[in-house]
């Protein structure tokens, strides 16, 4: 099983990125997926959470409105569009797929927000 993130960057405030994971190993399409982020010195905090058909979708309150979480069945990826970035945004930011059999990370892509 493997998670491949991708799409970190060093950005201005205000600007948008787009991240996305490709994933193998496991049936993409029957398990929910999520994005997690984790600044220095903080715990690792759950951004937000797309279920397998992609009808269902959770955020933090802290990224609601401004990203969005989507999959692409036949792809077996699944994305997050950051838009109004701040600083606070700030992490690395990982993928996580939730199997049955537990829960699996990818190693991780950077995102860096500037003021």
């Known amino acids: 099983l493997q998670l491949v993130e991708s799409g970190g960057d060093w950005l201005q405030s205000a600007g948008s990125l787009r991240l996305s994971c490709a994933a193998s190993?496991?049936?993409?399409?029957?398990?929910?997926m999520s994005w997690y982020r984790q600044a220095p010195g903080t715990e690792r905090e759950l951004v937000a959470t797309i279920y397998s058909a992609g009808a269902y979708t959770y955020y933090a309150d802290s990224v609601k409105g401004r990203f969005t979480i989507s999959r692409d069945n036949a792809k077996n990826t699944v994305y997050l569009q950051m838009n109004a970035l701040k600083p606070e945004d700030t992490a690395v930011y990982y993928c996580?797929?939730?199997?049955?059999?537990?829960?699996?990370w990818g190693q991780g892509t950077q995102v860096t927000v500037s003021s």
């Open positions: 996580n797929a939730a199997l049955t059999k537990g829960a699996y």
């Open positions: 190993g496991f049936t993409f399409s029957s398990y929910a």
